[in-house]
T-cell receptor, first 115, second 119 residues
Framework: GNSVTQMEGPVTLSEEAFLTINCTYTATGYPSLFWYVQYPGEGLQLLLKATKADDKGSNKGFEATYRKETTSFHLEKGSVQVSDSAVYFCALRPPTSGTASKLTFGTGTRLQVTL | DADVTQTPRNRITKTGKRIMLECSQT?????MYWYRQDPGLGLRLIYY???????NKGEISDGYSVSRQAQAKFSLSLESAIPNQTALYFCAPSRQGGASGREKTDTQYFGPGTRLTVL
């Protein structure tokens, strides 16, 4: 079946540090890949996505590249801010097949950024 | 993003009570999903609906039921609540996008969540 594995948190960084949150997946075919962010007390927001191999999703300074050869979609940001403190979820959606369109989520990685 | 409203935002109830969580969206998205979030487990799919006449079970549908009253409304019910249903519940409408062809992107936009506590 499909699965998503994320690095365990919390990840604690100082402001302006470089961020990497690892995400690997197991799926057949070419799934779409997503990163969602959940700020404290809020729902999930779509951060970025990629729908085919070698695509790079980017938003708000975050980037992730769809690597088919390593089945990975690692999230990166060059310089984090305190306001980036949140829980980050990696997710995949299998290729459209009939009505199959369900997201499979990783367990989430909490990021804490300090001054 | 889809304008998504979930009510109530917080609810405390007792074991055995019937509870309904409501979700509505204003963007006309045809697909809607219900998830629960538990610490350390991420989000798990309860039910989903691709249109008003289509209801499908997710991976953890036992103990839950849903109703798609209209394209904009998708309610989740706990017929007889139990403590292990204490969780954060999210509704997520979605729309298809991207190029036509073999694959289409189905992007889900999450509501603010309902925090349910069953005592």
């Amino acid at each position: 079946g499909n699965s998503v594995t994320q690095m365990e948190g919390p990840v604690t960084l100082s402001e302006e540090a470089f961020l990497t949150i690892n995400c690997t997946y197991t799926a057949t075919g070419y799934p779409s890949l997503f990163w969602y962010v959940q700020y404290p007390g809020e729902g999930l927001q779509l951060l970025l996505k990629a729908t085919k191999a070698d695509d790079k999703g980017s938003n708000k300074g975050f980037e992730a590249t769809y690597r088919k050869e390593t089945t990975s979609f690692h999230l990166e940001k060059g310089s984090v801010q305190v306001s980036d403190s949140a829980v980050y979820f990696c997710a995949l959606r299998p290729p459209t097949s009939g009505t199959a369109s369900k997201l499979t989520f990783g367990t989430g990685t909490r990021l804490q950024v300090t001054l | 993003d889809a304008d998504v409203t979930q009510t109530p935002r917080n609810r405390i109830t007792k074991t055995g009570k019937r509870i309904m969580l409501e979700c509505s969206q204003t963007k006309g998205h045809d697909r809607m999903y219900w998830y629960r979030q538990d610490p350390g487990l991420g989000l798990r799919l309860i039910y989903y609906s691709f249109d008003v006449k289509d209801i499908n079970k997710g991976e953890i549908s036992d103990g839950y039921s849903v109703s798609r009253q209209a394209q904009a409304k998708f309610s989740l019910s706990l017929e007889s609540a139990i403590p292990n249903q204490t969780a954060l519940y999210f509704c997520a409408p979605s729309r298809q996008g991207g190029a036509s062809g073999r694959e289409k992107t189905d992007t889900q936009y999450f509501g603010p969540g309902t925090r349910l506590t069953v005592l």
